[in-house]
């Protein structure tokens, strides 16, 4: 039977561009023909606003999941799946995710709650399902990282976000239980660069140098067209012109050949 993908997008710095990455990832997979999940676990609700989510529609939200796993209630998951106009279905989070953390904490498996969320049948349908972390490493991070096949970590041309992902690394070797963590890396993705600058330079020489072929090969640039976007609820991968757009697609592109290699 088919699995889906999971690609948890994480880094514990904030504003590296996590939620952006899994909008456009998300909306260029879609546009090359995968059937996608955004998954919301960031109580800022950031990708579930841009969807469009709409929090009295009454419908359960990512929080309601976690507990009724921790609680082993076999409730259907499905109509927590909305639909969005990017052409992907999305699961969005509100305030409550907050909480949930102390929930997670009271099952046996805390780590593994969300591993065990996702082996429901419903989610089979599933090509890619890209889970938007927050900017933290706490439980809730932790049982992305354990659910998670591959995770994909975008790090803004910034001293700190490249500093935090030895970090990142080392919880997801604990998660994995495994000193190689390799197989559960699918990349790093510089993000929010500027050629231009003598410091974004010295990060990116610096992380091909500590990441080597991890570092995706394309970079995303600085460009105002990403805020605009972000105002217009609109992803760049469906604006033709923009760089930021085929940059990403570029990223999707990369992202489908190392599948394919993995397939064989
Ligand atoms: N390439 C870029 N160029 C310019 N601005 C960008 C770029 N990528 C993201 N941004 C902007 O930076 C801000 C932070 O991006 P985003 O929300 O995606 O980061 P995040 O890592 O999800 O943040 P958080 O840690 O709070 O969840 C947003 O206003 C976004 O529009
Ligand atoms: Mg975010």
Redo the contacts with the bound molecule.
Sequence with gaps: MKKAKIIAVA?QK????????VINLGAGLALSGRKVLLVDM?N?S?LSRFLGYDSTDGKPTISDLIWQTVAKLKQPVESAIRSSDLDVDYIPSNFMLAGIISILGTDSDSTGVLTRLFADEAFQAYDYIIIDC??TLDLLVSNALNACDKVLI?VQSDYWAYEGVDQLLATLQLVKQSKDIKPYVLGMLI??FNKRTNSAKAIKEAMDESYGSFVFNTA?????E??VA?IEHKSLVEKKSSV?GQQYMAVVNEIISKEEQENG
């Design positions: 880094n904030g504003g590296v561009a996590k939620t952006t990455t960031d800022q950031h927050p900017p975008p993000t929010m995303i640039s600085f460009r105002d990403v805020k972000t930021t």
